[in-house]
């Protein structure tokens, strides 16, 4: 949807009335939105709404088929997951999806990349998130410094065969349900 507008008509087309809303909690990365809202069939409801910024994933492919996962400590869960280099930057509106995977890559990883492949979108979850994520592929490349942000200095990078990589999916190793689904993108259209 590219504006609020397109937003109410879609839902109002698909039988949806939102009564009223109220902003419920704000910080510099997430907004908790509370609708009173009238479903479809006449019964009248809340709906609780995180609202985040988009984000990127990618996975970095290297010229001799190894990937690079990092891993960090997740508070909200409390344990450290592999996963694919994702982010967001809280900081800039309206950023290119491009420039904000460059970047992010290069934070995390220190990783610049010489093609970077815009794979296809998601949503991260669709029944409580507006946050729409963009999945890419870097190839080409080049090694340098990280640029770690205060709070990521737990961040360890790996350097994998697509073949370990996998063996972490299927054992259950790789809990990181963005990280998956960018993979099985990546893989559905046949680019790795």
């Known amino acids: 949807m590219s504006s609020d507008t397109t937003l109410e008509d879609a839902r109002r087309d698909a039988g ?4 009223s809303t109220r902003l419920a909690y704000s ?3 997430t907004a908790l939105r509370e609708d009173i809202i009238v479903h479809p069939n006449g019964k009248q409801g809340l709906y609780g709404i995180v609202e985040r910024g988009e984000f990127v ?8 088929g190894k990937v690079t996962l990092i891993q960090q400590f997740r508070y909200p869960v409390g344990e450290r997951l592999g996963e694919l280099p994702m982010g967001m930057w809280e900081t800039k509106e309206n950023v290119d999806p491009v420039e904000l995977a460059l970047g992010e890559l290069r934070e995390e990883t220190g990783l610049r990349a010489g093609e970077m492949i815009h794979v296809g979108s998601m949503y991260q979850g669709a029944g409580y998130s507006n946050q729409k994520g963009h999945v890419f592929l870097a190839r080409n490349l080049t090694r340098g410094e990280r640029d770690l942000e205060a709070t990521e200095e737990d961040i360890t990078c790996h350097d994998m065969t697509l073949a370990a990589f996998e063996a ?5 190793e790789l809990k990181c349900m963005v990280s998956l689904a960018a993979f099985a993108l990546i893989r ?5």
């Open 16 to 19: 949806f009335q939102t009564i």
């Open 27 to 29: 910080n510099p990365w």
């Open 188 to 192: 559905a259209k046949g680019l790795i």
């Open 57 to 64: 994933v990618i996975l970095p492919l290297h010229a001799d």
């Open 168 to 172: 972490m999916i299927r054992d259950g």
